[in-house]
């Protein structure tokens, strides 16, 4: 049997999220566990610190067919979610070289069911995608650097 692991591509964009000052990153590094270690159960239940084998879903997938894979990473995890739905961003890869970085393209949130559905309509060249909190396309960004921003065109009340 072959060992399984997170995607090259998600976990560097996971490690280039929570480098940033985002509020899921900051939550990120919090520890929760009273003085339990990061990823150990205390008490027999999940570690209540961030733990990506439990608390992250996550799709690589390339939005405008140029060959650079784009990341969603939806956040399943109870100290950012509590009964509402998961919060999310979609990682974007820009620049090229030793200049290449990961950029957070947008945030959303959704319930994690059906899953992210990626539709025909296109902005700039880019798929628009659907969770279930609506429907989302592109515009340029201010950054430059071919770097694109998701933006809601509908939503869906929750």
Request: charged share 25%; proline share 4%.
């Amino acid at each position: 049997m072959r060992w399984s692991s997170i995607h090259p591509t998600a976990a560097g964009a996971l490690d280039a999220l929570r480098q940033t000052d985002h509020w899921l990153a900051e939550t990120m590094g919090h520890g929760f566990d009273d003085a339990g270690r990061l990823g150990r159960r205390i008490d027999g239940r999940r570690p209540l610190n961030f733990d990506a084998a439990h608390h992250l879903a996550y799709l690589v997938t390339d939005l405008n067919q140029d060959g650079r894979e784009e990341v969603f990473l939806l956040i399943e995890w109870s100290a950012v979610t509590g009964n509402g739905p998961s919060p999310g961003v979609l990682m974007q890869k820009i620049g090229s070289g030793a200049a290449e970085r990961w950029r957070i393209a947008c945030e959303f949130e959704d319930w994690g069911r059906p899953g992210i559905v990626l539709v025909d309509r296109r902005s700039h060249g880019w798929r628009h995608f659907r969770l279930g909190s609506g429907t989302y396309g592109w515009r340029r960004s201010s950054e430059g650097h071919g770097a694109m921003d998701c933006v809601a065109l509908t939503q869906t009340p929750q």
